[in-house]
């Protein structure tokens, strides 16, 4: 007899119904009441919720459009700063320094410069960071 057959003839079979013991006790266990409503189910099941969510995103969006750039825009760089940056940077390659090397010379050095006017600490070049050839330690 193949599975199918069994299941079939399963099918067939007519359940008997429930004592009424068993059917007393069962619907006594059973509340009489409906479940009450959840506020939750109220708003994700509420057309009207659900076009306020939507709505509630779209003026978000359309705020966060209308409000401009949030980047902040590049510090303006005096004429005055790259000509003493390119002036350290010139030296430095001319006291043998390598290119990269004398870039971040003048980077520390405008850095330095920028801090010692804002009243910070900057605790020198870090020229001690360089060997007698010029290569970092």
Do not use: C
Not at 10 to 30: E, F, G, N, Y
Not at 47 to 62: E, F, P, S, T
Not at 67 to 89: H, Q
């Amino acid at each position: 007899m193949k599975a199918v057959e069994i299941e079939a003839r399963l099918r067939q079979i007519a359940w008997s119904a429930p004592t009424a013991d068993l059917r007393a006790r069962t619907l006594s266990a059973v509340p009489a009441t409906s479940s009450a409503v959840s506020w939750s189910d109220r708003v994700w099941f509420s057309r009207a919720w659900r076009l306020a969510a939507v709505a509630v995103v779209l003026v978000a969006g359309a705020t966060e459009y209308l409000s401009g750039p949030t980047r902040p825009s590049a510090p303006a760089v005096s004429a005055r700063a790259v000509a003493e940056a390119s002036v350290i940077e010139e030296t430095a390659q001319q006291a043998g320094l390598s290119a990269e090397q004398a870039a971040a010379l003048s980077r520390r050095a405008a850095a330095a410069k920028k801090n010692a006017r804002s009243g910070a600490d900057f605790g020198g070049l870090a020229l001690e960071d360089l060997n007698p050839r010029g290569e970092p330690r």
